[in-house]
């Protein structure tokens, strides 16, 4: 039972030395209250987003861009 702690603990710490250091990218349009470009953080949505992504050990960019070089 040691042993089998022990390497699912070897296990989660190479899993957490892989992440890169590059940040993850996210897109999508303006929807102003929620998340637009010109709000203070880029609104509530992404600042939440955002923080999630932190705690968890990422950074997060939001790009914003019209709508259809958004969907593709």
Not at 37 to 56: D, H, I, K, P
Request: aromatic share 16%; net charge positive; no cysteine.
């Amino acid at each position: 039972m040691r042993i089998l702690r022990k390497l699912s603990t070897a296990y989660l710490l190479a899993v957490a030395l892989t992440v890169t250091a590059e940040p993850l990218r996210f897109v999508t349009v303006d929807w102003a209250p929620f998340y637009a470009q010109n709000l203070a953080g880029q609104g509530f949505y992404s600042v939440l987003t955002r923080e999630a992504f932190a705690r968890a050990g990422y950074e997060l960019e939001i790009s914003f861009v019209p709508w259809k070089r958004a969907m593709y």
